[in-house]
């Protein structure tokens, strides 16, 4: 399996990628797994909160960018759509959510951590948004999600720069809500969540759903993935995942 589900704590449950081989990168059976993880826990009624982590001591390496290449507009347009069920699953969480950032999370890894409520940093850990060395527009709600926290001129910067923040640095700009030692994240993550828990729920599920409004108008999804998708047939992209492969600049 690519997706690990438990319940650490009474109340709590967890959900990890695990796919430790890739350094928990998202593919089809990692999003096949997300979805039904996310349905089952939302619907239990035993469970007051959710931590999203990834299994190895890391959090989520992103996309699974060769999985990309040589797509057609359609099938990138179809690829990027369920994806954004997980998305919209989390953004809507009527529990609290709490990320547990260890190590990195880089590109549709760092979209997924910053879907939660709160995001728990390890102090070496970095949020990557590489999306502009690769030719691609920054994905899984990042449109919506990252402008709320830091402002859109912010936004932009960290896009064009293709930023690699360390958790400091994100704390300080607020990309991340709480630090912890590197080895301490997941523990760390589920205490905060223990204590989310405590809130009563259906306040919280009816303010949450206040503040945030619908995923598809608030991250912008549908827009998102018919830019992202002729992205990706774009020789742009072509350019970008050959100097990734390659381990050097793109030249666009």
């Known amino acids: ?37 996310l349905e089952q826990v939302r619907d239990d009624p035993s469970v007051r909160a959710l931590v999203i982590g990834g299994t190895g001591g890391v959090f989520c390496a992103g996309g ?15 690829r990027l759509r369920d994806g954004h069920r997980i998305a919209s699953l989390v953004w809507s969480f009527p529990k609290p959510v709490v990320s547990a950032v260890e190590r990195f999370a880089v590109g549709a890894g760092a979209g997924l951590a910053l879907l939660a409520d709160e995001i728990v940093m390890g102090e070496g850990a970095m949020l990557s948004f590489p999306f502009a060395k690769l030719g691609l527009l920054m994905d899984w709600g990042l449109a919506g999600t990252l402008p709320r926290r830091i402002g ?17 640095q994100a704390l300080e ?38 503040q945030r409004g619908d995923a598809e108008e608030a991250l912008q999804l549908d827009r998102e993935a018919r830019e992202q998708a002729a992205c990706i047939v774009s020789p742009a992209f072509a350019e970008g995942y050959a100097a990734f492969r390659e381990k050097r600049e793109p030249r666009f």
């Open 1 to 37: 399996m690519s997706v690990q589900i438990d319940s650490p704590a009474p109340g709590i449950a967890r959900i990890r990628i695990d796919r430790p081989e890739a350094r928990n990168a998202i593919n089809d059976a990692v999003r096949a797994g997300l979805l039904p993880a």
């Open 64 to 78: 699974d960018l060769p999985s990309l290449a040589g797509l057609s507009e359609d099938a990138a347009y179809a």
């Open 152 to 168: 859109p001129e912010a936004t932009t910067r960290l896009y064009a720069m293709a930023a690699t923040l360390k958790g400091p």
């Open 173 to 210: 700009l607020g990309l991340a809500d709480r630090l912890a030692k590197d080895d301490a994240v997941m523990d760390a993550a589920l205490d905060r969540a223990i204590e989310l828990a405590k809130v009563a729920p259906a306040a919280f599920a009816s303010a949450k759903a206040r």
